[in-house]
């Protein structure tokens, strides 16, 4: 049997974690669909809406990656270069070691669709077995993105 793999979907909105019935998850669904295509092995979701705050989502960092033994963490949202988008310091504080050719590959790809994406701050990190992957905001960029790096997650892993 298989092992069940455990996935972090973290979105970072002030106004989607207030009333996520009246804005929806529409960046959250979108990393979930990618993820519906690419992975055929047994895995699970935890996902989470959270508002952009610092401490926050350090906390939930560590929940995801310690306390629920996710193997990836997917965030969305907070990468531009907005005051409260925290995401990327978040990320860069908790991980021990950080791969930012993972943003660079992303804003490519990115900037064949749009000029903007040169201001996404996306980046990834390690944090003991796990990898965190910051994804920007809009679920268009999302797939795109994810589509670009997500076959390096399998060697990161198992590196």
């Given at each position: 049997?298989?092992k069940?793999?455990?996935?972090g979907?973290?979105?970072?909105?002030?106004r989607?974690?207030?009333?996520t019935?009246?804005?929806s998850?529409?960046?959250?669904?979108?990393?979930?669909?990618?993820?519906?295509?690419?992975?055929?092995?047994p895995?699970?979701t935890?996902?989470?809406?959270i508002?952009?705050e610092?401490?926050?989502?350090l906390?939930?960092?560590h929940?995801?990656?310690?306390?629920?033994?996710?193997?990836?963490?997917?965030t969305?949202?907070?990468?531009?270069?907005?005051?409260?988008d925290?995401?990327?310091?978040a990320t860069?504080?908790?991980?021990?070691?950080?791969?930012?050719?993972f943003g660079?590959?992303?804003?490519m790809?990115s900037?064949?669709?749009?000029?903007?994406?040169?201001?996404?701050?996306?980046?990834?990190?390690?944090?003991?077995?796990?990898?965190?992957v910051?994804?920007p905001?809009?679920?268009a960029?999302i797939?795109?993105?994810?589509?670009?790096?997500?076959?390096?997650?399998?060697?990161?892993?198992t590196?």
């Amino acid at each position: 049997m298989e092992k069940e793999i455990i996935i972090g979907v973290l979105q970072m909105s002030d106004r989607a974690s207030l009333d996520t019935n009246a804005y929806s998850s529409l960046s959250g669904d979108a990393i979930l669909e990618v993820l519906t295509s690419y992975i055929k092995s047994p895995y699970r979701t935890i996902f989470n809406i959270i508002p952009d705050e610092y401490d926050l989502i350090l906390k939930t960092f560590h929940t995801l990656a310690v306390e629920e033994k996710c193997c990836l963490i997917l965030t969305t949202g907070g990468t531009g270069p907005a005051k409260r988008d925290v995401t990327v310091e978040a990320t860069e504080a908790f991980c021990q070691k950080i791969l930012p050719g993972f943003g660079e590959l992303m804003r490519m790809e990115s900037l064949k669709y749009v000029p903007t994406a040169i201001l996404s701050r996306q980046t990834a990190g390690i944090y003991e077995n796990t990898l965190i992957v910051n994804l920007p905001g809009k679920p268009a960029a999302i797939s795109q993105c994810l589509q670009a790096v997500f076959l390096l997650y399998l060697i990161v892993l198992t590196s």
